[in-house]
């Protein structure tokens, strides 16, 4: 079980409530970070500030993103040392496919579309959880870093 | 040149009457009637014989022009061009041949000319003889044809330009609308979802029905924008044309819809062989939507029938997917293709009423045609070619 946190990169309030209402529903322990755009998300995983980096167990990420959009966090998130085998979750509207494409082609581990019926988001949620944290076993500390 | 040309002076075979020799007279009355202009000048340019057609063309007369060259008759671009090309027939010592022009009433005339040099006992050439004849108007057309194939070239190129950046356009804000618009639907049913789940105490029954019909239409809504958004992608998406095998795409999509629908029994045929020359991907949602149609309206009937053929017409193959379902008042069939135009009841046939325009506008993107047939309570059957029809030629 990773207990790690999650780090919930959304700019959009209510999806980030409706979002920490599915974990609490789904009994996710988890501590979340939120941060509502991609520069903030980026200042977190990779200060330049000396401020500790945030090492997440997951990292939910919103595609349309004010300042730093999703996909650019994305690639940075890639590109550097400490943070390229983070688990990446891209989360958002968006069905297009060339979202869709580029997600994959900047090294997104899953892309998932956030359903417009909160039954439907709560259970993709619960089995994010349920993957991420408990099925899938994750980076060993220190190997990748 | 008063030489007499000999011609054949023995007796001809089987009695003919012996050839007379040929003079002077008789080789410039050849000259005369014929429509090429025929000219002969000097190593020094100096005429030396013109025939009818050059006196015609130039209004000069044969008697005037000997010793004059052509500096004397044109202007001095043109004349020193003929003298050009009368030097490289005497260089070259062999006929050649090139394009001239000349100034007339009407503008510019062009002339194609062959040029040989005659030459003396001692292989030196004494004069150069020009049969010139006049290609204006063929000229003409051809630059004509050229103009226009320009001209149509670069209609084209606006044209692709302007498609490309509506195309373009449309993509954007189908872009736009995938991101943007479905968010504040998720709000509005997130929400009522909430209300129902923590405020259901100090919410009557009637209340929470409320916030029960806000999440279905804001759900409704939701798939209308998908469906939308597909549609859309029907017009955006490059078209491929592969080699397309209709029969294993609608075994494909009933196999779905039975997979789906377990319960149903339906008498299914689909022609072996239904091949075309099409967008493989987009050709299946043809097939979903059209196949998808009659599954759902044939829903009352426990002898459903669902048939899908091909007719050759005029050369044109024509697809047929017809049904027994509920079928359609013929009198609307005008909206059918329209997006969001529904013929049923939402409560009778669930939908939202996009499909045909997905349908119609994937077909048109094939240059095809498609049309539809059909009586209330008496089946559908819709028709359609995925190739470009003959002119006037429609699906009956």
Not at chain 2, 164 to 192: I, K
Not at chain 2, 223 to 231: E, F, R, T, W
Not at chain 2, 236 to 257: F, G, K, Q, Y
Request: hydrophobic residues 40%; contains cysteine; aromatic residues 6%.
């Amino acid at each position: 079980m990773s207990d790690g946190p999650i780090l919930l990169v959304e700019d959009n309030p209510d999806d980030v409530m409706f979002t920490l209402r599915a974990f609490e529903k789904n009994h996710i322990k988890n501590e979340i970070v939120v941060a509502s755009n991609g520069e903030e998300a980026l200042q977190r995983l990779l200060p330049d500030d000396g401020t500790p980096p945030l090492r997440p167990a997951l990292v939910l990420l919103d595609v349309n993103l004010p300042k730093v959009n999703g996909l650019e966090v994305l690639r940075r998130i890639r590109h550097d040392d400490r943070t390229c085998t983070l688990p990446v979750v891209v989360l958002t509207t968006s069905n297009e496919e060339r979202d869709i494409v580029e997600s994959y082609r900047l090294g997104a581990n899953s892309y998932v579309r956030k359903p417009v019926v909160f039954g439907e988001f709560l259970n993709a949620a619960n089995l994010l959880g349920m993957y991420w944290l408990l099925v899938n076993e994750p980076m060993p500390p220190r190997r990748g870093a | 040149m008063g030489t007499e040309v000999g011609a054949e002076t023995t007796d001809g075979p089987a009695g003919r009457p012996a050839l007379r020799p040929v003079g002077h007279e008789q080789l410039m009355a050849l000259l005369d009637h014929t429509s090429a202009v025929i000219y002969m000048r000097d190593v020094d340019g100096r005429y030396l014989l013109i025939n009818r057609e050059y006196e015609r063309l130039f209004n000069v007369r044969r008697e005037d022009i000997r010793g004059l060259t052509d500096h004397d008759l044109f202007p001095a671009d043109i004349a020193d061009a003929f003298r050009a090309n009368d030097l490289r027939a005497f260089a070259r010592g062999v006929p050649v041949q090139m394009e001239e022009q000349t100034r007339g009433d009407d503008g510019e005339r062009t002339y194609i000319t062959v040029k040989f040099p005659l030459v003396d006992e001692d292989g030196r050439p004494y004069a150069v003889c020009g049969i010139s004849t006049d290609i204006t108007e063929r000229k003409r057309a051809e630059e004509q044809v050229h103009q226009l194939n320009a001209e149509l070239e670069q209609r084209v190129r606006e044209r692709t330009a302007e498609l490309e950046a509506s195309t373009r356009e449309l993509d954007a804000f189908a872009y736009s609308v995938s991101h943007d618009l479905r968010a504040p639907l998720r709000s509005l049913e997130g929400f009522s979802q909430v209300l129902l789940e923590d405020y259901a105490e100090v919410l009557d029954e009637q209340g929470q029905q409320y916030l029960g019909r806000i999440q279905a239409n804001a759900a409704r809504m939701a798939q209308m924008i998908d469906d939308l958004l597909d549609l859309s992608r029907a017009t955006r998406t490059e078209l491929s044309r592969r080699p397309t095998d209709l029969s294993a795409l609608a075994r494909e999509v009933i196999a779905e819809l039975s997979a789906r629908d377990p319960d149903r029994t339906v008498d299914v045929s689909i022609a072996d062989g239904l091949v075309a020359q099409a967008d493989p991907h987009l050709v299946r949602l043809v097939l979903q939507n059209l196949l998808g149609n009659a599954w759902k309206f044939t829903a009352n009937r426990t002898d459903a029938v669902i048939r899908l053929a091909v007719e050759a017409r005029d050369g044109v193959d024509v697809f047929t997917v017809a049904d027994n379902g509920a079928g359609f008042d013929m009198r609307y069939a005008h909206k059918l293709f329209d997006p969001f135009q529904r013929l049923h009841s939402t409560a009778e046939y669930e939908g939202t009423g996009i499909g045909l325009a997905i349908v119609q506008r994937i077909i048109v993107r094939h240059g095809g045609q498609i049309t539809a047939d059909s009586r209330p309570g008496d089946g559908a059957t819709f028709r359609f070619s995925l190739v470009p029809a003959p002119t006037d030629w429609e699906i009956r």
